[in-house]
């Protein structure tokens, strides 16, 4: 089988300033493989990754590319030489079409003399798109596009290079099941055509159901290789981690008090008609697809987006919520589903951002603030949430994702509100740090507040929730209680 | 051992990072000071800063606005207009207090219709406070007919040319907005908002912040400086000249990101905004001390704004590497 084997990393070292971020690590990937890769953040899957592609350069080791000793000096020469990646972050140009985006600087082939014939352009988009059964017009804008379908947009550019090597960083992160489907279709496509395929990954169900083969990582080193038909997640997981993870979800007490919120009849760009109420000490799971109107429905309660019409109670008292202030002040708080975007405040430090929704807690005569009172209440705060960061005057961007969004998680935590709407709150975060955010949305149930889970993982749902609803095109379509909700159930009700 | 060290130079980098407009002024001044001996005259020293001090009032509302993530391209033409129009009431005989209280009103107002275009209609404040600039223009030469107002009464003067004690009042004045603004903006919770707006629009009002009403708060602010430069500048040529603020806002650019806040907003400097005014006023006269061509002089300007901003981005991302391999010896 020893011919087989297409791409070899062998004693792969790299490190950043003095800090070793790979040590000797290897990865054999095969022809016609799915090769997954797994490991916590920061276990040097995206620096080898980086370094494979010719982003970044090796300290010692070797890539041998069918045999051969490689060094590409930039991703173009790894593309030149039919290895292709779909990054993580989607890296399209918005203001352009899908097919203008699928061959940009690649347009040798529809030269019309000087000219790019569009016409031949978007007929091989439409048939490329066709081939995989997506069903995305290849003349739209990316800008229309949802996050999905911009990934699968993402999918069809790498496909389209035909590359022999295919590296995908966490593509599923923002995919909902229905695209996902679409996604490890094409995957065993690929896979049949004899196309090696390195899967980058957090979720282990998504892993073992469609990989060949996995490797892990874990602190830069490389831990081993398994078939996926000879292991299991809790194998996998105690490899991840380097102990044995019994329980990754909390067992939850909670006793379920009077209703905090009631939604009623509340409809938007997106949902209609959406009724619900949420107690003290319960968490609501809401299940869907994306695009099923879940986050539209929180961004509309919450007071981001205008809500056409309905009423949002709170305590019972019918309240005017107009924007994101009014709900903050009536005692509700919202993990938004991007970060980046809605979330952190990029050029401030991770105290600013901390202390930012309770800033009037602190304000002293003349609106200064008393940054002595402030650095101990953020303090506290990053303590009880094991925020792991140098100190708290860095920026908050130096941080990884988990911690980082154990920081918005604290920043909201320090309002002490009595609602808390989570969407997506654990999307591109490792595993250790996940098993320390469900803990935490455990405890907060337990002493009585209000948790609402958007999620698209539907373990986490089950895991976490005490009633669950389920919405499909902007309808609540379902509602049952935790012990009543199974994978198959909820699946048959948001497709349908 | 080494621990320290990293430490160290962090604090060192940053120092360096907050002080590179005050260190390239040393070294400018040191050099300049080496060719003539007219520089370090009390006189000479007095008279730049003086003439920095309606340009520096001026910058240091821009400094708000950038940091605020938003841009105010009117400056320039609304500090013209609302001199002519104080000149036009105070020689009309209106006194001295109406005028001032007028000054800062308008000033005010003009910021607030600003704000109130941009923010209402969704639109970009480039392209609106620059069309509102030419709008100023007009209305400043509408009203005094094109031709400059002299004859100004002494309490205007006294704007440019007073002394309380052994200080003169425009330089007075500047320090107390000066420190007023480091206030403002450094310290309070509006300051913070406003910083968190620069930052990140969207995620300060998911936190909860009014970013409309702190976006209004600080093109107010803003006017309220220009309308307190202009009595400056007029005071201090004795006559409102028609073309007065005319590009202004370019030096405002050029002395703000200089001191160290970014275009990009989210980040303040509000000291190095004064120390971004003086270094741009130094080259003009020691250029001058030296007899340069004053064409040259504009290339100077030119290539110390693009240094500044040059030693910014690699100062900050040699910063990053130092924070960053601090924190890795230490876990």
């Given at each position: 089988m020893?011919?087989?084997?297409?791409?070899?990393v062998?004693?792969l070292?790299?490190?950043?300033?003095?800090?070793?971020?790979?040590?000797?690590?290897?990865?054999s990937?095969r022809?016609g493989e799915v090769?997954?890769?797994?490991?916590e953040?920061g276990?040097?899957?995206?620096?080898?990754?980086?370094i494979?592609?010719?982003?970044?350069?090796r300290?010692?080791?070797?890539?041998l590319?069918?045999?051969?000793?490689?060094?590409f000096k930039?991703?173009?020469?790894?593309?030149?030489?039919?290895i292709?990646m779909?990054?993580?972050e989607?890296s399209?140009?918005?203001?352009?079409?899908?097919?203008?985006?699928?061959?940009?600087?690649?347009?040798e082939?529809?030269?019309?003399?000087?000219?790019i014939?569009g016409?031949k352009?978007?007929?091989?988009t439409?048939?490329?798109?066709?081939?995989?059964g997506?069903n995305?017009?290849?003349?739209?804008l990316?800008?229309?596009l949802?996050?999905?379908?911009?990934?699968?947009?993402?999918?069809a550019r790498?496909?389209?290079?035909?590359a022999?090597?295919?590296?995908?960083?966490?593509?599923?992160?923002?995919?909902?099941?229905?695209?996902?489907?679409?996604?490890?279709?094409v995957m065993?496509?690929?896979r049949?055509k004899?196309v090696?395929?390195?899967f980058?990954?957090?979720?282990i169900e998504?892993?073992l159901?469609?990989?060949d083969?996995?490797?892990?990582y874990?602190?830069?080193c490389?831990?081993?290789?398994?078939?996926?038909?000879?292991?299991?997640?809790d194998d996998?997981?105690s490899m991840?981690i380097?102990?044995?993870?019994?329980?990754?979800?909390?067992?939850?007490h909670?006793?379920e008090?009077?209703?905090?919120?009631?939604?009623?009849?509340?409809?938007?760009?997106?949902?209609?008609?959406?009724?619900?109420r949420?107690?003290?000490?319960?968490?609501?799971g809401?299940?869907?697809?994306v695009?099923?109107g879940?986050?539209?429905?929180?961004?509309?309660?919450?007071?981001?987006?205008?809500?056409?019409?309905?009423?949002?109670?709170?305590?019972?008292q019918?309240?005017?919520?107009?924007?994101?202030g009014?709900?903050v002040g009536?005692?509700?708080?919202m993990?938004t589903e991007?970060?980046?975007?809605?979330?952190?405040?990029?050029?401030?430090?991770?105290?600013?951002n901390?202390?930012?929704s309770m800033?009037?807690?602190?304000?002293?005569s003349?609106g200064i603030v008393?940054?002595r009172k402030?650095a101990?209440?953020v303090?506290?705060?990053?303590?009880?949430?094991?925020?792991?960061?140098?100190?708290?005057?860095?920026l908050?961007?130096?941080?990884?994702?988990g911690?980082?969004?154990?920081?918005i998680?604290?920043?909201?935590?320090?309002?002490?509100p009595k609602?808390?709407i989570?969407?997506e709150?654990?999307?591109?975060i490792?595993v250790?740090?996940?098993?320390?955010?469900?803990?935490?949305i455990?405890?907060?149930?337990?002493?009585?507040?209000?948790?609402?889970?958007?999620s698209?993982e539907m373990p986490?749902i089950l895991?976490?929730?005490?009633r669950?609803?389920v919405?499909r095109d902007?309808d609540l379509?379902?509602?049952?209680?935790?012990?009543e909700?199974?994978?198959?159930l909820?699946?048959?009700?948001?497709?349908? | 051992?080494?621990?320290k060290k990293?430490?160290d130079?962090?604090?060192?980098?940053?120092?360096f990072?907050?002080?590179?407009?005050?260190?390239?002024l040393?070294?400018?001044?040191?050099?300049v000071?080496?060719?003539?001996?007219?520089?370090f005259?009390?006189?000479?020293?007095?008279?730049?800063?003086?003439?920095?001090c309606?340009?520096c009032?001026?910058?240091?509302?821009?400094t708000?606005?950038l940091?605020?993530g938003?841009i105010?391209?009117?400056?320039?033409?609304?500090?013209?207009m609302i001199?002519?129009?104080t000149?036009?009431?105070?020689?009309?005989?209106?006194p001295?207090?109406?005028?001032?209280l007028s000054?800062?009103?308008?000033?005010?107002?003009?910021?607030?219709?600003?704000?109130?275009?941009?923010?209402v209609?969704e639109?970009?404040?480039f392209?609106?406070?620059?069309?509102?600039?030419?709008v100023?223009?007009?209305?400043?030469?509408?009203?005094?007919?094109?031709?400059s107002?002299?004859g100004l009464?002494?309490w205007y003067?006294f704007?440019?040319?007073g002394?309380?004690?052994p200080?003169?009042?425009?330089i007075?004045?500047?320090l107390v907005m000066?420190?007023?603004?480091m206030?403002?903006?450094?310290?309070?919770?509006?300051?913070?908002?406003?910083?968190?707006c620069?930052g990140?629009?969207?995620?300060?009002r998911?936190?909860?912040i009014?970013?409309?009403?702190?976006i209004?708060i600080?093109?107010?602010?803003?006017?309220?400086?220009?309308?307190?430069?202009?009595?400056?500048l007029?005071?201090?040529?004795?006559?409102?000249q028609?073309?007065?603020?005319a590009?202004m806002?370019?030096?405002?650019?050029?002395?703000?990101?200089?001191g160290?806040?970014?275009?990009?907003?989210?980040?303040?400097?509000?000291?190095?905004?004064?120390?971004?005014?003086?270094?741009?006023q130094?080259?003009?006269?020691?250029l001058?001390?030296?007899g340069v061509?004053?064409?040259?002089?504009?290339i100077a300007?030119?290539a110390?704004?693009?240094?500044?901003?040059?030693?910014d981005?690699?100062?900050?991302?040699l910063l990053d590497?130092?924070?960053?391999?601090?924190?890795q010896?230490?876990?």
């Open positions: 020893q011919d087989n084997t297409i791409l070899e062998k004693d070292s790299k490190s950043f300033l003095g800090v070793m971020a790979l040590n000797k690590v290897s990865l990937v022809r090769h997954a890769v797994i490991g953040n276990a040097g899957k995206s620096t080898m990754m980086n494979i592609m010719g982003d970044l350069k300290d010692h080791g070797e890539i590319l069918k045999g051969q000793p490689t060094d930039s991703p173009a020469d790894a593309i030149a030489s039919g292709s779909i990054h993580q989607i399209l140009v918005p203001t352009l079409s899908v097919a203008e985006n699928i061959w940009l600087h690649r347009e082939q529809f030269m019309n003399g000087p000219f014939s016409k352009r978007l007929e091989a439409r048939e490329l798109l066709d081939r995989m997506i995305i017009n290849a003349g739209s990316v800008s229309e949802t996050v999905a379908q911009a990934q699968l947009v993402e999918l790498a496909i389209s290079t035909n022999e090597i295919i590296i995908m960083d966490e593509p599923t992160s923002s995919l909902s099941d229905k695209e996902i489907a679409i996604l490890f279709r065993r496509d690929l049949e004899g090696a395929i390195i980058i990954t957090h979720k998504e892993l159901s469609i990989s083969r996995v490797s892990v874990r602190d830069g490389y831990i081993g290789t398994q078939s996926c038909a000879e292991t299991n997640k996998l997981i991840i380097g102990r044995t993870l019994t329980e990754q979800y909390p067992e939850i909670a006793k008090g009077k209703t905090v919120l009631e939604v009623k009849n509340l409809s938007g760009s997106g949902y209609h008609d959406i009724s619900f949420v107690h003290e000490g319960e968490i609501i809401f299940s869907g697809l695009g099923a879940r986050s539209e429905v929180m961004r509309g309660i919450f007071g981001i987006d205008k809500r056409a019409s309905g009423e949002i109670l709170l305590d019972g019918k309240v005017e919520i107009h924007s994101p009014d709900a009536l005692g509700m708080a993990v991007d970060r980046r975007d809605m979330g952190i405040i990029r050029t401030g430090s991770v105290r600013e901390m202390s930012i800033l009037q807690e602190f304000t002293g003349f008393n940054v402030e101990e209440a303090n506290g705060m990053m303590k009880e949430l094991s925020v792991k960061a140098a100190n708290m005057n860095m908050i961007t130096s941080l990884s994702g911690n980082q969004q154990k920081a998680l604290g920043r909201w935590l320090m309002t002490k609602l808390l989570l969407d709150p654990t999307r591109g490792d250790g740090a996940k098993a320390e955010i469900y803990r935490l455990g405890k907060l149930a337990e002493e009585g507040m209000a948790i609402i889970l958007v698209s986490e895991g976490m929730s005490s669950v609803f919405m902007g379509v379902f509602e049952c209680s935790a012990t909700a199974t994978q198959e909820l699946g048959k009700h948001a497709l349908g | 051992m080494t621990k990293g430490l130079s962090e604090k060192l980098m940053q120092f990072m907050d002080n590179k407009a005050a260190i390239i040393i070294i400018f001044v040191a050099v000071s080496c060719l003539t001996s007219d520089f005259t009390g006189r000479n020293i007095s008279n730049i800063f003086r003439q920095i309606a340009s009032v001026l910058s240091l509302g821009f708000l606005v940091a605020s938003a105010d391209l009117s400056v320039g033409y609304m500090l013209g001199g002519i129009a000149a036009l009431m105070s020689v009309n005989g209106v001295a207090v109406v005028v001032i000054a800062i009103v308008i000033g005010g107002f003009c910021g607030f219709i600003n704000a109130f275009i941009t923010q209609f639109l970009a404040p392209i609106v406070t620059l069309a509102m600039g030419m100023y223009q007009g209305i400043n030469l509408l009203m005094c007919h094109s031709k107002i002299a009464p002494d003067k704007f440019g040319n002394k309380i004690g200080i003169p009042f425009p007075l004045l500047m000066v420190a007023f603004m206030v403002l903006v450094q310290k309070t919770r509006f300051g913070r908002y406003a910083l968190a620069g990140n629009r969207k995620a300060a998911v936190c909860g009014p970013t409309g009403k702190i209004y600080v093109y107010i602010l803003t006017g309220i400086c220009v309308g307190i430069a202009a009595l400056l007029t005071g201090r040529t004795a006559s409102a028609t073309g007065a603020g590009g806002e370019m030096d405002c650019v050029a002395s703000v990101v200089i160290g806040t970014p275009m990009e907003g989210g980040k303040v400097n509000v000291f190095g905004t004064l120390i971004g005014c003086l270094l741009i130094v080259i003009s006269n020691s001058n001390l030296l061509d004053s064409n040259w002089q504009k300007k030119g110390v704004i693009i240094v500044a901003i040059i030693l981005r690699q100062g900050s991302k590497r130092i924070r960053v391999r601090k924190v010896t230490e876990a």
